[in-house]
């Protein structure tokens, strides 16, 4: 099986979120980058697959040379490839389409990507690239067991989950569930040598139109004080919730 | 012309958020000086639609389509938003219309864009405000391309009457291969979900074990009320992953947000952040969460939740 995982590089949790440039531009300045927490639990059920059943693994990211150490470190975590499509990534359609031509060329038979990136939380990218690609698609998928050309995916719904079967080839959006917290790796020194010596292929764009675009960027309007109520006084909470937020 | 609007039901009648987005549907209809139709699944009453600025209902009625599928839905819209030449069309933010969108965005070669939490701006270029960096910020976007899709986050701009009337006409879309197949569902029909909720009741590690939570289910039980945790409390296995809420689980975006026993860690708060109202009950008066509140009881909850279920018991018998 040849499995490639979308690796799309964000801001780590913590970051303060600011912008630059008339508030056009996310301030990356002193932000941390990581691998999008989706697409790290995706990752590492690609590394289970590739252990019990035998797989390659690639990862691709579509962003500039600055994407690299996450794919790097993708790569530590045990990833045997690693692609980036040399372009900015500037809305979805666009990334899906790379990502669309990716798979295409290198015959992939499952993606497996993230439900939503933490950063601009699309949550298109994958559904875009299996329509592109007419592949399958389950989204918020929670687990994924493959046999053969036939798969069998649990996938979150409101209020619950649902259990699907599909076939090869496949995309889903993974979260949480696919696997653990506790699977997930941290690089060890031996990955991080062997990953210098894995190959990290870039690729030049392919020409498209940016369906969408990016405009400028507003923070939220900053809260008023909190007002409290004593704990001997619930009454007074109860009114304040009917009288003045008039949500019960 | 008119702007479509994917209105989903459940079991034949319409979700909340059917009715929100039909609401933005007529906004944007407005501001457009068009007509809003509807496209309707298996759902029964489709003229209550009517009521929310629906103008015409694409009623849909086909088992093939009893059970939610991603590729079979999204085909009946874009054929739907083919036969209306819309150029606009509406879905919500549920965990389905999200499922259905990018592959209707690709179908009709369409620009989309998610969390949309306002009316357009303008709708000459197209600009929308949508929610982005986990609800800390907002971004202004733009959809440059003929057909648009705007997907709107739940609760952002609710419900809005409208004394018109909506006429229904059987529409029949072919159904391409279903590809993923359904075999089997397993949810609380007896819950409201996080998703649909206007009330969520969460608590933390704070509540010190799983066998705390009847106060917690009691709480929401009187307010009718989703429940849900934090992040810990779901990977301890007190509480089931589907109500691990924030950054890395599923956002809330209710009118009351309801914290007990939760610190406001930032990513906790990312993704409440959407919530109107917040209460948070804690012991500690520098817990953070307090910073992100509009109400707060600094107290121990073992105490503060029975005596609030209490009280609103005795509210409710008075409403
Ligand atoms: C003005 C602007 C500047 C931006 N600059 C950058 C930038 O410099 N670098 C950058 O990485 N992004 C950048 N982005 C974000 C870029 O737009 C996103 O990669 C793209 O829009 C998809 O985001 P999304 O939230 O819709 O993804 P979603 O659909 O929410 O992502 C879901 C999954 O798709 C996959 N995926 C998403 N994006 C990528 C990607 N780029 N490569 C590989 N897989 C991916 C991942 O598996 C991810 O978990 C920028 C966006 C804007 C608007
Ligand atoms: C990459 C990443 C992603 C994450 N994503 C999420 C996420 O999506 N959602 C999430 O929730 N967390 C997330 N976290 C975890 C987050 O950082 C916090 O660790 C977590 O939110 C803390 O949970 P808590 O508030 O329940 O527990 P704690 O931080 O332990 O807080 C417990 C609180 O309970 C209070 N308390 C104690 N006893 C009582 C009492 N008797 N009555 C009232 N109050 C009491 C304490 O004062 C304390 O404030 C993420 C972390 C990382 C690194």
Not at chain 1, 39 to 63: H, P
Not at chain 2, 121 to 132: D, L, Q
Request: glycine share 8%; net charge negative; hydrophobic share 40%.
């Amino acid at each position: 099986m040849k499995i490639l995982v979308c690796i799309s590089h964000v801001p780590d949790t913590t970051s303060k979120i600011n912008f630059t440039d008339g508030d056009t531009k996310f301030d990356t300045n002193g932000v941390q980058f990581v691998i999008n927490p989706n697409d790290e639990f995706g990752l590492t059920r690609a590394m289970w697959f590739k252990e019990k059943q035998g797989a390659t693994v690639s990862v691709v990211n579509v962003g500039g040379a600055e994407t690299e150490p996450t794919l790097r470190k993708a790569l530590a975590i045990g990833a045997d490839a690693a692609i980036r499509v040399n372009t900015p990534a500037t809305d979805a359609f666009s990334v899906a389409k790379q990502l669309a031509k990716v798979v295409k060329d290198g015959g992939y038979d499952l993606v497996i990507a993230g439900r939503e990136s933490i950063d601009y939380n699309g949550g298109m990218v994958p559904g875009m690239i299996a329509g592109l690609t007419e592949a399958n698609f389950v989204n918020n998928c929670i687990n994924l067991e493959v046999d053969g050309t036939s798969a069998k995916a649990i996938r979150e719904i409101d209020g619950g989950k649902e259990t699907v079967s599909t076939s090869l080839p496949l995309v889903i959006g993974g979260q949480k569930g696919l696997v653990e917290e506790s699977d997930l790796r941290i690089p060890n020194m031996r990955g991080i040598m062997m990953a210098r010596q894995k190959p990290l292929t870039v690729v030049e764009p392919i020409d498209v139109s940016a369906e969408t675009t990016s405009v400028s960027f507003e923070k939220p309007i900053p809260k008023g004080a909190v007002t409290l109520v004593s704990p001997d006084n619930l009454d007074e909470l109860v009114s304040l919730l009917h009288n003045e937020a008039k949500v019960i | 012309m008119s702007v479509l609007v994917y209105t989903e039901s459940e079991k034949g009648s319409f979700k909340k958020t059917a009715l929100e987005v039909a609401s933005y549907a007529k906004a944007i209809a407005n501001q457009l000086g068009t007509t809003v139709t509807a496209i309707a699944i298996n759902a029964d009453d489709v003229s209550t639609l009517g009521n929310y600025g629906v103008d015409k209902v694409l009623s849909v009625k086909n088992a093939q389509l009893d059970k939610f599928n991603a590729n079979a839905y999204a085909a009946a819209i874009k054929q739907a938003a083919e036969s209306e030449s819309s150029k606009v069309v509406v879905v919500s933010s549920s965990a389905d219309s999200k499922y259905l969108a990018p592959l209707l965005a690709v179908g009709l070669n369409a620009g989309y864009a998610s969390n949309v939490v306002e009316a357009p701006s303008n709708t000459s270029p197209f600009t929308v405000k949508r929610s982005a960096f986990t609800n800390k910020a907002f971004e202004i976007a733009q959809i440059n391309t003929d057909v648009k899709i705007v997907g709107v986050s739940n609760n952002s701009f609710g419900l809005v009457e409208n004394s018109g009337s909506a006429s229904a006409e059987d529409f029949s879309p072919s159904i391409p291969e279903l590809g993923v197949t359904v075999e089997s569902v397993d949810k609380a029909t007896d819950k409201v979900t996080i998703a649909d909720a206007e009330i969520v009741v969460s608590a933390g590690r704070g509540l010190k074990g799983p066998e705390n939570w009847g106060m917690i289910e009691e709480l929401a039980d009187v307010l009718g009320a989703a429940t849900a945790c934090s992040k810990p409390v779901s990977d301890l296995g007190w509480r089931p992953h589907s109500e691990h809420v924030g950054q890395t689980g599923k956002p809330v975006a209710s009118n009351l947000y309801i914290a007990i026993g939760i610190s406001g860690a930032i990513q906790h708060l990312a993704g409440i952040n959407a919530s109107k109202v917040k209460v948070v009950i804690n012991t500690d008066p520098e817990a953070p969460f307090f910073k992100a509140a509009d109400y707060g009881v600094v107290g121990d909850a073992f105490q503060v939740v029975p005596e609030l279920i209490e009280k609103l018991k005795a509210f409710k018998a008075q409403q």
